[in-house]
């Protein structure tokens, strides 16, 4: 987990989603017809990320992650809603505004192999931020990109200079990933699922590395993983995510080690414990396959839920507040329960 701040210390947010919609259009086709004429990739979500802090995004496959994370990146434009980054509506940006807001967020990819151009070495991979936003003289990114290098513990840098991407293992190249990110000195880092390509024995390596240097920089970050393990041990706050719609959120410690909405009591329980005597839950839980095509009705999760009552059929639920800055989607905490 991060370090605390001070007991009183307040920090203010740099990033902050407000109601953000993206509906994708579906052009002809049986769920075109049947269904609506849209699909639901984010529906609604609202929160702030503090200067600084980490936030978690999790849930399973198709929840919304990567839509919601490219919207926080200005790579798609929201359907409804803002997303607004130092106070600055991203919407509105354009030429030398964008790029400069390009500068300040970037992007860790999930698959190292498919995030670096094979036709560049590792040394021109990384000065490549440096010459798109003319920083320096040729030396001075020279200098850079073997300081980025040793930052991220490739030793030699000069060794990896004239490397092609495919000449080095999983590892080395998620390394060089988040090296390439950090070379510009953003204020603002995206990490989608940055060690699931990974062997676990490399894994906890990258995670350090990731922690250390947000820390250091002070960095905000977002990491976006199946892995709970994973935001418990870097995230301050933790967010679920289910059909495109938050369903927890809160400290971390407070939503993996407390869930208080039925499907992130589902995803805890069925998280690996690297304990042979500890004994497993098992929630039971209908086995429905939900849609976000077309207009939703009632709660997302209705369908799936083992708590279900008449009311989640017909009004969503607002989030409301299980704890200490910790709130829950679910009716059994609202005013209508």
């Known amino acids: 987990m991060a370090d605390p701040d001070p007991i009183g210390a307040v920090r203010p947010p740099l990033v ?14 049986l769920f075109a017809r049947a269904a609506g004429s849209y699909l639901r990739g984010v529906d609604g979500v609202s929160f702030e990320i503090p200067r600084g802090a980490s936030l978690g995004i999790a849930g399973e496959s198709g929840c919304g992650k990567t839509t919601l994370a490219r919207l926080l990146l200005r790579l798609l434009t929201p359907t409804a809603g803002r ?50 936003h003319n920083i320096g003289t040729k030396e001075d990114r020279l200098d850079r990109v073997v300081e980025a290098l040793t930052q991220v513990n490739l030793h ?18 998620q390394r060089v990933g988040l090296a390439r990110a950090l070379m510009v000195d953003p204020l603002f880092l995206v990490a989608d699922e940055p060690v699931s390509m990974l062997d676990v024995s490399v894994r906890a390596g990258v ?38 719609s938050v369903a927890e959120i809160g400290p971390t ?23 042979p005597t500890h004994p497993a839950a098992e929630i039971a839980a209908p086995e429905q396959v939900p849609t976000p095509i077309g207009p939703g009705r ?12 008449p009311v989640c059929h017909t009004t969503v639920p607002p989030l409301s507040f299980v704890g200490p800055n910790h709130q829950a989607a679910c009716h059994l905490y609202g005013p209508l329960h």
């Open 298 to 309: 009632g709660c997302p999760f209705k369908d799936r839920c083992p708590q279900v009552m």
């Open 156 to 173: 030699p840098a000069d060794a990896f200079l004239d490397q092609f991407p495919h000449q080095l293992s999983g590892g080395q190249l």
């Open 253 to 275: 410690d407070a939503v993996l080690a407390h869930p208080k909405h039925p499907y992130t009591q589902l995803l805890v329980a069925a998280a690996p414990v690297p304990d």
């Open 16 to 29: 902050v989603a407000e109601a953000v919609q993206k509906y994708f259009p579906l052009r002809g086709g």
């Open 207 to 244: 995670l350090n590395l990731m922690r250390t240097i947000a820390r250091s920089r002070q960095l905000t970050t977002v990491y976006i993983s199946h892995d709970l393990s994973l935001v418990r041990y870097v995230c301050d706050t933790s967010m679920i995510m289910y059909l495109g």
């Open 83 to 132: 997303v607004l980054f130092g106070g600055v509506d991203l919407s509105t940006l354009g030429g030398a505004d964008l790029l400069a807001f390009r500068r300040q967020a970037q992007l860790m990819v999930q698959n190292p192999y498919e995030a670096i151009n094979p036709r560049f070495t590792i040394g021109r991979a990384l000065a490549e931020p440096l010459i798109i």
